[in-house]
């Protein structure tokens, strides 16, 4: 399926030279809510809630995606005010979990949980994939990976590109000031990207592909 990484242009040009990701911490996630998608009202399940994502962000982080480049928030948000760009990837059907949206937090029978000896896989899956119905916007999906297994520079984790994670093409911001040149000088030897731009739609409030940038395909001519 293809997925989405908003991104400003240093870092765009950065990934694209080291085929490398940015992995997420989990305690670094801009949603006060992650992973406290339960009804806390008992201080029993906030302790085992906390407790839980405590544990989790020393062993796991997140990579995220989204399903569609065209929306402006994300492009506000994530593209450095449209001046970023996206990273387009094919990945892997199998690979990423869809964040579900919800405007109620769920009640969780802690103390059973706890009895059972913590949180199942089913609890931890519905856990990292759940947020609030406002950030539906984002149509996010994560992929989440291991910290044990990334790559690691300069105290941040990385996960490489892969057959399962391709990068197939980037997409320059409206306010981009990448070139192509800049973005061909950062591609490796056998790598092949598409790339485009985008700008503001006439006629709607969307990002849409500027066709008078004409696309090319970006690959070492070695």
Same mark, same amino acid.
């Given at each position: 399926?293809?997925?989405?990484?908003?991104?400003?242009?240093?870092?765009?040009?950065?990934?694209?030279?080291?085929?490398?990701?940015? *992995?997420?911490?989990?305690?670094?996630?801009?949603?006060?809510?992650?992973?406290?998608?339960?009804?806390?009202?008992?201080?029993?399940?906030?302790?085992?809630?906390?407790?839980?994502?405590?544990?989790?962000?020393?062993?796991?982080?997140?990579?995220?995606?989204?399903?569609?480049?065209?929306?402006?928030?994300?492009?506000?948000?994530?593209?450095?005010?449209?001046?970023?760009?996206?990273?387009?990837?094919?990945?892997?059907?199998?690979?990423?979990?869809?964040?579900?949206?919800?405007?109620?937090?769920?009640?969780?029978?802690?103390?059973?949980?706890?009895?059972?000896?913590?949180?199942?896989?089913?609890?931890?899956?519905?856990?990292?994939?759940?947020?609030?119905?406002?950030?539906?916007?984002?149509?996010?999906?994560?992929?989440?990976?291991?910290?044990?297994?990334?790559?690691?520079?300069?105290?941040?984790?990385?996960?490489?590109?892969?057959?399962?994670?391709?990068?197939?093409?980037?997409?320059?911001?409206?306010?981009?000031?990448?070139?192509?040149?800049? *973005?061909?000088?950062?591609?490796?030897?056998?790598?092949?990207?598409?790339?485009?731009?985008?700008?503001?739609?006439?006629?709607?409030?969307?990002?849409?592909?500027?066709?008078?940038?004409?696309?090319?395909?970006?690959?070492?001519?070695?």
């Amino acid at each position: 399926m293809r997925a989405f990484h908003f991104t400003a242009a240093p870092y765009a040009l950065e990934n694209i030279r080291h085929q490398r990701l940015k *992995v997420a911490r989990i305690m670094d996630l801009n949603d006060p809510f992650e992973f406290l998608c339960g009804d806390l009202a008992d201080p029993k399940a906030r302790r085992a809630f906390r407790a839980f994502k405590e544990y989790e962000s020393r062993r796991s982080g997140l990579l995220c995606f989204s399903k569609g480049w065209r929306n402006p928030l994300m492009w506000s948000h994530y593209g450095d005010s449209h001046k970023g760009a996206v990273l387009e990837f094919e990945l892997n059907d199998e690979l990423p979990e869809a964040v579900a949206y919800e405007s109620n937090r769920f009640p969780f029978d802690v103390p059973s949980i706890l009895a059972a000896g913590g949180f199942s896989e089913e609890h931890a899956r519905r856990i990292y994939a759940t947020k609030a119905a406002h950030w539906r916007y984002e149509r996010e999906l994560r992929v989440a990976t291991r910290l044990s297994e990334c790559i690691v520079d300069n105290d941040l984790y990385f996960e490489p590109f892969s057959k399962d994670m391709r990068l197939v093409g980037l997409i320059l911001g409206p306010f981009c000031e990448l070139t192509p040149e800049q *973005v061909r000088g950062a591609v490796p030897a056998g790598v092949h990207i598409r790339l485009r731009r985008a700008r503001l739609a006439f006629r709607s409030f969307n990002v849409v592909r500027d066709k008078s940038f004409l696309e090319e395909l970006i690959h070492d001519k070695a």
